[in-house]
């Protein structure tokens, strides 16, 4: 089910619902680039938990709005706005890759709506302090957050990297993504109901144009505008050691800096690889805080 819900200064934000419509509420951060929309398997999990998913296209991407200088914090007001309008006071929360700085926003800014919050695959802070940021980042993303500090250069790759993104085949992207994929992660863009969703559900999000997936790349690449010690609710950090797009050291300093998480560091699991096969553990997860 689709909605539109309208932000304090006028925005529109589309969100999906999934799920039992009647049941506790989780709602998800796609990556970067993203959409609202959820990849099947993980509904149907989630559904047979009779848990409530909802997603949502964050500025600029899908039917939302762009929100030109937006940094990572700003999410928390649009999740709220999304809460007020849909009757919603209570919820978990999950986001993975460039989702997982917006899940944290979310739980250390709305301690009186999230109960529980998991960070998938989590980029760190830019400025994360004693942190070597691009240790083990595959070529194609170390060049894309050190070409940010040139706008121009930057909208200009963007719209670029959007236009053979809307015309990329399932059968392309392992080529695209070549430096950020470990031999598991490679295996899951051979085929498969993931990669068709991937490259299904981005097209959805960039339809519109390369706004939002350049406010993410700032955001994510900038300082995010909250403090990760302010922090009370549960938290699971989830990552795996073999992730070439966000390294396995980011996993490390979020589950070492965010105050009494719950660290899942895996040795055999890569980038992709939590969406095919961990989701059901962090539901799971999040629903024992309800």
């Known amino acids: 089910m689709k909605r539109v819900v309208r932000t304090n200064d006028g925005r529109a934000l589309a969100v999906e619902e999934y799920g039992n419509p009647d049941g506790p509420v989780v709602l998800i951060h796609a990556g970067t680039p993203g959409s609202r ?7 149907a ?9 909802i997603g949502y296209d964050r500025p600029g991407y899908g039917e939302s709005d762009p929100r030109p ?19 919603i006071d209570r919820l978990a929360t999950w986001g993975i890759s460039g989702g997982g700085p917006h899940v944290l926003a979310c739980a250390a800014l709305l301690p009186d709506l999230v109960v529980a ?12 302090e004693g942190l070597d940021w691009f240790d083990g980042m595959g070529e194609a993303n170390v060049e894309d957050f050190k070409l940010l500090s040139d706008e121009a250069a930057t909208r200009a ?22 430096t950020l994929l470990c031999p598991r992660d490679r295996d899951l863009l051979s085929g498969g109901p993931l990669v068709e969703h991937m490259v299904w559900s981005t097209k959805q999000g960039l339809a519109p144009g390369s706004e939002g997936w350049y406010e993410d790349g700032v955001a994510l690449g900038t300082p ?6 302010a ?20 996993g490390q300093w979020l589950a070492a800096h965010i105050p009494a998480a719950e660290a ?21 997860w999040l629903a024992e805080h309800f």
């Open 231 to 250: 922090i009370k609710v549960p938290v699971m950090v989830m990552h795996g050691r073999e992730d070439k797009f966000c390294p396995f050291g980011h």
């Open 37 to 43: 929309f959820l990849y099947e398997p993980n509904v």
């Open 69 to 87: 200088g937006r940094d990572v914090a700003d999410c928390a007001a649009d999740v709220r706005a999304i809460c007020e309008q849909l009757g």
């Open 157 to 178: 790759k963007v719209a670029a990297d959007r236009e053979i993104a809307l015309t990329q085949s399932a059968g392309e992207i392992s080529d695209e993504l070549s």
């Open 224 to 229: 995010w505008g909250f403090d990760l010690a």
């Open 264 to 284: 899942r560091l895996t040795d055999d699991d890569g980038h992709l690889t939590l969406a095919e096969y961990r989701v059901p553990e962090v539901h799971a």
């Open 45 to 53: 999990d989630a559904t047979a938990r009779g848990l409530r998913l």
């Open 117 to 128: 919050a998991a960070s998938l695959a989590s980029l760190a802070p830019f400025d994360a």
